[in-house]
C-alpha cells in the first residue's frame, strides 16, 4: 500500500482525569496510529499529547509507554513523526527526539505539500483575545522559570502539576467547548488576518477542543481537530484534500 497521506492530531491529554480513563484513551489512539500506519507518510501531533510534561536533565514523567513505544515503532519503520508544543507540553526538549524519534516544532509552522501550503500550530496565544494563556506561555517559555522549576525535586514538582489538572475543565466536565460564532472565534480571526498577509490553503490548529471546518476565503479552510477525551477526531490530508474526520 502506497504511503501518501499526512495525518494530523491534538490534545490527547494523556494522564487525565485518573490511570484508568487515559490508559484507556492511550490504547484507543495506538489502535489509531495502526490504523493510520499503512498509508502515513507522516503524522503531525499538535500539542496537548500529555497533560503535563516536563523533562528534568535525568527525569520524565513516569507511564504513556505504550504511546511512546508504538511512535518509536512507527518511526523506526520510516514514518515521519511530528510533535508540535502545546500549551500543557511546553517543556519537551530531546528526551523524544533521541528515545523515540519524534521531531519537535516548538512554535507554529507552514507545511508545503504537493503544492499546497499548510499553517500549522497548536493554536494557544494566536489572535485577538486568549489572554489567559498568552500570560501562561510567556511565563512557562521564561527560560528562569524553568531553570527554577527544575530545582525542585520531581515528586513535588510532578505533585504541583497534578494538582493544577485535577482543575482543569476537561477533568470536571464544567462549560463545555461550543461554537462562539465566526465573528468570536479568535483563531477564525487570526486565519482571516495572516490569509490577506500571507495565503495558505489550509490552516490546523488544535487547543480549542471542538472539531471545526470553517471556510476562510474561495480558497482556504480551517480545521480544528478537536480532541482525543471527548471526539476522537483526526485530519487527513491527501495531496488534494484535507478532510475531518472521527475514530470509532
Known amino acids: ?33 495502526d490504523s493510520v500506519k499503512p498509508e502515513a507518510k507522516s503524522i503531525y501531533l499538535l500539542g496537548d499529547i500529555f497533560d ?14 505504550r504511546l511512546l513505544g508504538k511512535l518509536a515503532e512507527l518511526t523506526d519503520n520510516g514514518t515521519d513523526i511530528y510533535l ?30 504537493n503544492g499546497k501550503k499548510i499553517f500549522l500550530a497548536h493554536g494557544d496565544g ?42 482543569s475543565r476537561l477533568v470536571n466536565n464544567k462549560n463545555p467547548e461550543k461554537f462562539l460564532g465566526e465573528d468570536k472565534e479568535w483563531l477564525i480571526n487570526y486565519c482571516k488576518q495572516k490569509q490577506k498577509e500571507n495565503p495558505v490553503d489550509f490552516y490546523i490548529f488544535g487547543h480549542r477542543h471542538l472539531p471545526l471546518q470553517i471556510t476562510i476565503d474561495q480558497n482556504s ?20 484534500n484535507l478532510e475531518l474526520k472521527y475514530y470509532q
Request: aromatic fraction near 18%; include cysteine; hydrophobic fraction near 40%.
Open 1 to 33: 500500500m502506497l504511503k501518501d497521506k499526512i495525518y494530523f492530531a491534538s490534545d490527547f491529554h494523556l494522564g487525565i482525569p485518573n490511570h484508568a480513563e487515559s490508559l484507556g484513551r492511550e490504547k484507543k489512539i495506538i489502535q489509531w496510529l
Open 52 to 65: 503535563f510534561w516536563f523533562e528534568y536533565k535525568t527525569v520524565v514523567p513516569k507511564g504513556f509507554v
Open 84 to 113: 508540535i508544543k502545546g500549551n500543557h507540553d511546553l517543556w519537551m526538549y530531546d528526551y523524544l527526539p533521541k528515545e523515540v524519534g519524534v521531531q519537535i516544532i516548538d512554535d507554529k509552522t507552514i507545511l508545503e505539500e
Open 126 to 167: 494566536l489572535g485577538p483575545g486568549d489572554f489567559g494563556y498568552k500570560l501562561i506561555k510567556k511565563i512557562f517559555t521564561n527560560s528562569l522559570c524553568q531553570w527554577l522549576f527544575a530545582r525542585i525535586h520531581p515528586n513535588l514538582g510532578f505533585d504541583i502539576a497534578h494538582f493544577w489538572s485535577k482543575r
Open 221 to 240: 479552510k480551517y480545521i480544528n481537530l478537536g480532541d482525543w477525551v471527548q471526539y476522537f477526531s483526526y485530519a487527513q490530508f491527501d495531496g488534494e
